[in-house]
């Protein structure tokens, strides 16, 4: 079975904090994606990756950053959080479309992130 | 750039009941899937649909596409509790980018 795991499940912060949250799969995806899911707005993509060192912006990549050195990890960072970022955070990966991947995304279990 | 949108947003139904939740996207796409997310889970893949006219089903679930209209539909046959979720559906964009909608959130009462 596909793993993505998250590092953590619940996270608290303090307005102004650097914030890293990590991904890390088991199956050798080229893909990997960092959603944000609020109440009401449905998952909304920030940032993702196709290959190591690569990456694009979602529709909401403001005050985000990511990084990809490996293949299997993709961490995405909070410069400076603020309270908007409050969020369940959701980390996904998939293979390319044109090795026959792209079936579907394995997600992880989330990241809870609360900005005080 | 791609919007998706679900309606309804939430939904109350009564065991037995059928009804459908929809699914309109605005630029042409060749694949959509279905996700269900249960209270404070990750999300799970129910269907991938990948050409106009596709129809799947499991159990009591039935997800079709047309890709036309720019339309999906996940129809609920006989409700049940267990279907009880939050359901999204979400399009390819851009050769790997996938757009979800808002959501409908499910219940199902007796």
């Known amino acids: 079975d596909v793993k993505v795991t998250q590092s953590s499940r619940y996270l608290v912060k303090r307005t102004g904090e650097k914030v890293f949250l990590e991904c890390v799969q088991d199956?050798?995806?080229?893909?990997m994606f960092w959603y944000r899911q609020d109440p009401g707005l449905g998952l909304r993509l920030i940032y993702f990756?196709?290959?190591?060192?690569?990456?694009e912006k979602g529709d909401i990549p403001e005050g985000y950053s990511v990084s990809r050195e490996k293949k299997e990890r993709f961490s995405l960072i909070l410069e400076s959080a603020s309270t908007n970022q409050t969020s369940m955070y959701l980390c996904?990966?998939?293979?390319?479309?044109?090795?026959?991947?792209?079936?579907?995304?394995?997600f992880g279990s989330g990241t809870q992130l609360s900005v005080l | 750039e791609l919007k998706v949108e679900q309606n309804p947003l939430f939904l109350s139904m009564q065991e037995g009941k059928n009804y459908t939740i929809y699914c309109n996207y605005s630029t042409t796409s060749d694949r959509l899937y279905w996700y269900r997310q249960d209270p404070g889970k990750s999300l799970e893949s129910l269907f991938v649909l990948l050409s106009n006219g596709a129809v799947k089903q499991e159990g009591r679930l039935m997800a079709s596409l047309d890709t036309k209209a720019r339309l999906s539909t996940l129809h609920i046959t006989a409700a049940v509790h267990d279907l009880s979720a939050t359901y999204f559906c979400?399009?390819?964009?851009?050769?790997?980018?996938?757009?979800f909608g808002t959501g409908t959130r499910l219940q199902v009462f007796p």
């Open positions: 990756s196709y290959d190591v060192k690569m990456k």
């Open positions: 199956m050798d995806h080229e893909n």
């Open positions: 979400a399009v390819i964009y851009n050769t790997d980018k996938l757009i």
């Open positions: 996904a990966s998939s293979p390319l479309r044109r090795t026959g991947g792209g079936e579907k995304l394995f």
